[in-house]
């Protein structure tokens, strides 16, 4: 059964701001780090964010900082990649992925589904 799942996806124009959203479905993962990454057209998947298990540590990939913020509540067990200033580069299905370290993502332990972001020009 899916364990985490995605939502927030959908067409929006550059310069626009988007917000998505995961939520687990059969575990708790309040004492996981978590975070988001991507996978645009043709491209490898590569690391956009992610943030500590208590919420304290955030961490992001240069693209994306300054324009992405990604947060959590463990009393609802969400988190949540809010996206600012997007452009067609940042055209991707975005996973959730969560990790037994409590600090950072480094290799994913579980995965979402995917959800598609498209950013027209």
């Known amino acids: 059964q899916v364990q985490l799942v995605e939502s927030g996806g959908g067409l929006v124009q550059a310069g626009g701001s988007l917000t998505l959203s995961c939520a687990p479905s059969?575990?708790?993962?309040?004492?996981?780090?978590m975070g988001w990454f991507r996978q645009a057209p043709g491209k490898e998947r590569e690391f956009v964010a992610c943030?500590?298990?208590?919420?304290?540590?955030?961490y992001y990939a240069d693209s994306v900082k300054g324009r992405f913020t990604i947060s959590r509540d463990n009393a609802k067990n969400t988190v949540s990649l809010q996206m600012n200033n997007l452009t067609p580069e940042d055209t991707a299905v975005y996973y959730c992925?969560?990790?037994?370290?409590?600090?950072?993502?480094?290799?994913?332990?579980?995965w979402g589904q995917g959800t598609q972001v498209t950013v027209s020009s």
């Open positions: 992925a969560a990790d037994r370290n409590r600090v950072k993502i480094v290799v994913p332990d579980y």
């Open positions: 059969t575990r708790t993962f309040s004492s996981y780090a």
């Open positions: 943030i500590s298990a208590s919420g304290g540590m955030r």
